[in-house]
């Protein structure tokens, strides 16, 4: 229990966000800062508490969220589904401490230079004089997100098919969809924190919908910028909290193309990003996912994907940016005959930590999974971790479930925690997993090094055949040649 020390001051919240809990007040909150203390106190609530974290570290972080929102954002102005949102994330985040390497998802991920800065949500639409020079490198439909923040500026969505919107939720005129969307968002199961802070914080939602049995024949591309960050060395970051809603309805089909850039050069700030995806009976979302954030950065992301019977989701993702890299990434399978594919190629060349986190959840008959993920470390301070659970239960009979991960450690130092899970109750079912982790084979070098390439050659070759698998299977030409290119440039820096 926490005893508040004698000298602490009354404040009370304000109630924009935490009257979401309560439409009669606030609760009782003790926190305890480093530069000051607080003691927030309110009038009881008629409902009943909900557990209020002790955790300084949040409620000061729940302040400076609720701070944040524009004071334009009215119950009034802000749409329904949106309102939900925070309602749910408010209470979820007043209820969950900062994680440590104390618990077990947080293990192996160190998320102290977070806490020990000063965050600064970025809340408002980015000074369009700062958005010149940047631009969308794409043949595809897109948009552009700066900061958390849908810029018409930098957006083109021409050729759409009828019925299909792309767009953002608080300029959504169609009473169907926005029903549609209130409703997924009122059957949200919250996630963690991070989960939370992008519900509170986002100051709208992106929402990409499909109407039944269309075919949306070009990919979709959300490319992501940050223009608010501080200097390497500062105390100081700021976090954006891009949201995007895919639904697919019943027989659609999408591509989707996330792609998170790099534009500030080494400069720190934090991407909280978080994707929901809810396919209906018979649909199919390809998903690509490509993060190259500068290694000053943090970048932590959230992919939850719902499934309803014979229908499909594939990701493809390659990760190489960012000091701190997580993907939470969440799927669960509603209906039988559902197919899911998921391939990742994560890459630390420096004083990195790419972090993958899946969970998988098959609960009806002839689940089809594969997935593959791979790991390459380049640098004594380089650190992946992989934690995959895919959980097969009881009715989920004759599944066929397939887990595989490979990790490529190329320096003494260099560091990979993997941890494979595969759950099984139902007793019909074709599941197996397994998991490598090596530097190159002396064999393989030796090949090449007998037919006259030099070591170093080789080496490059070797490496870059490895990630190479999951490459290609990214479905677009143009894609894989940036991705290629990226990667080439990382393995193989210019000399200064």
């Not at 998903?287 to 719902?306: D, E, F, N």
């Not at 190489?320 to 939470?328: C, F, I, M, Q």
């Not at 998988?360 to 997935?371: A, E, F, K």
Request: charged share 20%; with cysteine.
């Amino acid at each position: 229990m926490t005893r508040a020390p004698s000298s602490m001051s009354a404040l009370v919240y304000k109630p924009s966000i935490l009257s979401f809990l309560s439409p009669s007040g606030t609760y009782k909150v003790i926190g305890n800062r480093k530069t000051k203390t607080k003691t927030r106190i309110s009038v009881q609530s008629s409902l009943a508490s909900p557990l209020i974290s002790s955790d300084p570290f949040v409620l000061e972080l729940a302040e400076t969220l609720e701070d944040s929102i524009p004071l334009s954002s009215s119950s009034s102005s802000v749409p329904l589904p949106l309102q939900k949102l925070r309602e749910v994330s408010s209470e979820s985040l007043l209820s969950t401490p900062w994680p440590s390497r104390k618990d077990e998802p947080f293990r192996f991920t160190d998320l102290s230079f977070i806490r020990h800065s000063e965050i600064r949500p970025v809340s408002h639409l980015p000074d369009p004089s700062r958005l010149l020079g940047i631009s969308v490198d794409t043949q595809f439909p897109y948009l552009g997100i700066v900061d958390g923040h849908l810029v018409k500026s930098m957006s083109n969505l021409s050729e759409l098919p009828t019925g299909v919107y792309v767009g953002s939720l608080s300029e959504l005129t169609s009473t169907s969809i926005m029903e549609r969307v209130s409703e997924i968002v009122c059957g949200l199961n919250s996630g963690d924190l991070f989960w939370s802070i992008n519900g509170i914080a986002a100051p709208d939602m992106t929402v990409v919908y499909v109407p039944e049995g269309c075919r949306v024949e070009n990919p979709i591309h959300l490319a992501y910028f940050s223009i608010e960050g501080s200097n390497e060395g500062s105390n100081t970051l700021h976090v954006s909290n891009p949201r995007v809603l895919v639904l697919v309805e019943k027989g659609g089909e999408i591509d989707i193309i996330e792609e998170f850039s790099n534009t500030n050069g080494n400069q720190c700030y934090w991407t909280n990003s978080a994707l929901e995806v809810v396919i209906r009976e018979g649909g199919k979302v390809r998903h690509s996912y490509i993060q190259s954030q500068p290694l000053g950065a943090a970048h932590i992301k959230w992919t939850s994907v719902q499934q309803e019977s014979s229908s499909t989701y594939e990701l493809t993702e390659v990760s190489t940016g960012a000091k701190l890299g997580r993907h939470n990434l969440h799927i669960q399978q509603l209906g039988p005959d559902t197919l899911t594919e998921l391939s990742t190629l994560h890459l630390c060349v420096g004083d990195q930590t790419q972090d993958l986190h899946s969970r998988l959840v098959l609960d009806h008959p002839r689940g089809y999974s594969r997935q593959l993920h791979k790991c390459i470390v380049t640098h004594s301070m380089g650190q992946a971790v992989f934690d995959g659970n895919i959980k097969v239960n009881r009715y989920a009979q004759q599944t066929d479930a397939g887990q595989l991960t490979r990790s490529l450690l190329l320096e003494p130092r260099a560091t990979v925690n993997v941890k494979p899970n595969l759950q099984i109750v139902a007793d019909d079912v074709k599941c197996s997993h397994g998991a490598a982790i090596s530097d190159l084979e002396e064999s393989q070098l030796l090949y090449f090094r007998a037919r006259g390439i030099d070591i170093e050659t080789a080496r490059r070759v070797l490496i870059f055949g490895f990630g190479g698998e999951v490459i290609e299977k990214l479905p677009y030409s143009s894609i894989r040649e940036r991705v290629r290119s990226q990667i080439k440039l990382l393995l193989d820096p210019a000399p200064n």
